[in-house]
């Protein structure tokens, strides 16, 4: 009966979404309050019917009910109860009710926060929201659904991919969701401003919140899928450019845009047909990588899809939303009036610059990522675009970024003065040469670019504190005074800041990890040790041991540093009976930001064990970074501003022609 009422409360849900995707347009038409208000309650009740759905199915994977398809092909009664919650999203069926309970809880905010938008903005945007939602709806029902019975269940179910049972899974898709998603808010926004023929900078200010909020997911989820990979799959790498991985990349290169493109719009009303093509393409490359990761183009541990239907179904998603919005933007867009304008050195100028570079990029990964599967379904030829292609196209563009990113803030809006803001960076500029010539000094010349990439990653470190040190006082007023300053400063401006020197952390930790990180592959015996970057592990012997669904073979190694233990590490062979399938769990042992990372091989005839032995340097710096954007987004986004419209614009008042006016 559980089932059934899982898979009634999203009938009811897609019924409640068409009221919603008609009704409100229909008001906003004719200025109708009533039927404009019906998007709210729809867009409410319709979040409550998808998270009854989503709560019943949660129940069946918890309690092992094998009478369902989808719980007896990825659950075991014996799991960790942890692992059968994130089983529900860890197959295909329950990652797309994830997806539109997600959708629906953005739909729901919208119509509960949105309280300061105008009617008219807010009935269309969440009737746009009804679209898509009664599309993924459409989908689940006819061709992804949870809720199907077996006709005789089985005893016991096949367990959950092995690889997914692990920590990763309860929070790297929620978060990766969330960010995707949370662009379809941005989406309906610029569909709505099309719509209605109108937008202005207080549209920038009401997408704003929400497009942050995205970015600000999309962030952690994407760090949190590359530190789950690295930890997992056994190959000490933190970026593959595996497909999957890019198509995660590329809304939050298009958002990140976005996110810069509506700060000028907000500010000057300029870049308005920009901005709304930006926020269509952000949703539009999310929608591509669900594409490409439900529709069985690609084989990967990211992928559970195999039906040709549902890629099929999914392309007319895209089409039908992708194609449709291009096409609306192609036809209103024209008809907006523009914006103001700004000299090219201008605060302005540097965010267009930033805009360029980031599309520019993003462009790219899409070109190396679709460009071999288009050929293969063209020609049938197969091809291979991997990492080489994308660290000679994607670093070039992001080093002029990078070495922009702290003139931004610090130039004047609409006319700027780059020779005086380069002063005022002379500081940077100078640890940052420190940085360079420390690196050669420490590390000698077997890489010449490194050192500049850490000169790079802390000339963007100090100057992205410039603007606070100097709107602060900070060395120059007395404490008191730069407290108070400090705590008038907008919480967007700090956030700002937090986020571009988290993007510097980042950076050193790629740099670091990439070039100083060091690997050894031996096979040992019991007693037999193997030395790696002044560290020594010796090979204590190994262990079988039970798990809840597994069998396991561990290996015990003691690490020491100057002869002396500074811990125990134990890589195992995981070996699951329900699946048939082994796993490798990687140990891992950290050292400040650096880490030992210990995987463990195959077991010899001769009884030794094969052992790959990698120490990252400043690994950890790669995550860190990225939380610390994710942390800078959260500021900006308690900035009070944000939750109010944009301030309107004096009117102009006439003058007697011998009143002198004063100057802006």
Request: charged residues 10%; hydrophobic residues 55%.
């Amino acid at each position: 009966m559980i089932p059934e009422l899982g898979h009634y409360a999203l009938v009811l849900a897609l019924a409640l979404g068409l009221v919603q995707s008609v009704a409100p347009l229909i008001g906003a038409r004719r200025r109708d309050t009533a039927l404009m208000q019906l998007a709210t309650s729809t867009a409410l009740m319709q979040f409550l019917f998808v998270a009854i759905s989503f709560a019943t199915l949660t129940e069946c994977y918890v309690t092992s009910d094998f009478s369902l398809a989808t719980v007896y092909e990825n659950s075991h009664s014996m799991m960790p109860l942890i692992y059968k919650f994130t089983s529900v999203w860890g197959n295909h069926e329950g990652s797309m009710l994830l997806w539109v309970l997600i959708l629906a809880m953005f739909g729901a905010a919208v119509a509960a926060f949105g309280g300061n938008l105008p009617a008219t903005l807010k009935a269309n945007v969440l009737a746009v929201q009804a679209w898509i939602a009664c599309s993924f709806y459409l989908f689940i029902l006819l061709t992804s659904n949870p809720f199907l019975r077996l006709a005789q269940p089985p005893f016991e179910g096949r367990d959950l991919n092995p690889i997914l049972q692990d920590i990763g899974l309860a929070v790297h898709p929620p978060l990766l969701y969330l960010g995707y998603v949370g662009f379809s808010i941005a989406f309906s926004f610029a569909i709505a401003a099309l719509i209605e023929g109108r937008i202005d900078a207080a549209w920038a200010r009401w997408v704003r919140p929400w497009t942050l909020a995205a970015w600000m997911f999309l962030t952690v989820g994407i760090a949190m899928g590359s530190y789950w990979a690295y930890y997992e799959l056994g190959w000490g790498g933190f970026w593959f450019w595996d497909p999957v991985e890019n198509a995660s990349l590329m809304p939050w290169l298009a958002g990140t845009a976005l996110l810069h493109s509506a700060v000028v719009m907000e500010k000057r009303n300029a870049l308005k047909i920009w901005t709304l093509l930006l926020a269509i393409l952000a949703f539009s490359l999310s929608l591509i990588g669900t594409f490409l990761v439900r529709s069985g183009v690609l084989t990967s541990v990211h992928t559970f899809a195999s039906d040709p239907a549902r890629g099929v179904f999914i392309l007319g998603i895209l089409v039908l939303f992708i194609g449709g919005g291009l096409t609306l933007f192609a036809w209103r867009a024209p008809l907006l009036k523009q914006g103001g304008l700004f000299a090219p050195v201008s605060r302005e100028g540097a965010l267009v610059f930033n805009n360029l570079f980031l599309t520019t990029a993003c462009l790219t990964v899409f070109v190396g990522t679709l460009y071999p599967l288009a050929l293969e379904a063209l020609t049938g030829e197969k091809i291979s675009v991997g990492a080489p292609f994308f660290n000679l196209t994607f670093a070039p563009l992001f080093i002029p970024l990078l070495f922009a990113m702290p003139f931004g803030p610090l130039l004047a809006w609409k006319r700027g003065d780059v020779l005086g803001v380069a002063q005022r960076l002379m500081a940077a500029f100078g640890i940052g040469i420190v940085a360079i010539a420390v690196s050669f000094a420490a590390m000698g010349m077997g890489s010449v670019l490194a050192p500049f990439g850490i000169g790079l990653a802390f000339y963007v470190m100090a100057g992205s504190l410039v603007d606070l040190v100097e709107r602060t006082g900070l060395f120059r007023l007395p404490l008191a005074s730069v407290r108070s300053r400090a705590g008038g400063l907008p919480r967007s401006a700090w956030g700002t800041a937090v986020a571009h020197f988290g993007m510097a952390v980042t950076l050193l930790g790629i740099v670091c990890a990439s070039t100083w990180g060091e690997e050894r592959i031996v096979a040992l015996k019991q007693g037999g040790t193997v030395a790696l970057s002044g560290y020594n592990l010796s090979f204590d012997g190994m262990v079988q041991r039970s798990g809840p669904n597994f069998r396991e073979l561990a290996a015990k190694f003691t690490a020491r540093s100057g002869g002396a233990a500074i811990g125990v590490m134990e890589p195992s062979k995981r070996s699951f009976g329900a699946r048939n399938s082994t796993t490798s769990e990687a140990a891992l042992l950290t050292r400040g930001f650096s880490q030992l990372y210990l995987s463990l091989g195959d077991v010899n005839e001769d009884g030794s064990v094969a052992v790959r032995v990698y120490f990252k340097p400043l690994v950890l710096l790669i995550w860190l970074g990225c939380v610390v954007m994710a942390f800078g987004a959260a500021l900006s986004l308690s900035d009070r501003r944000l939750r109010v419209g944009a301030p309107k614009p004096a009117k102009k008042t006439a003058s007697k022609p011998s009143t002198l006016q004063p100057a802006e």
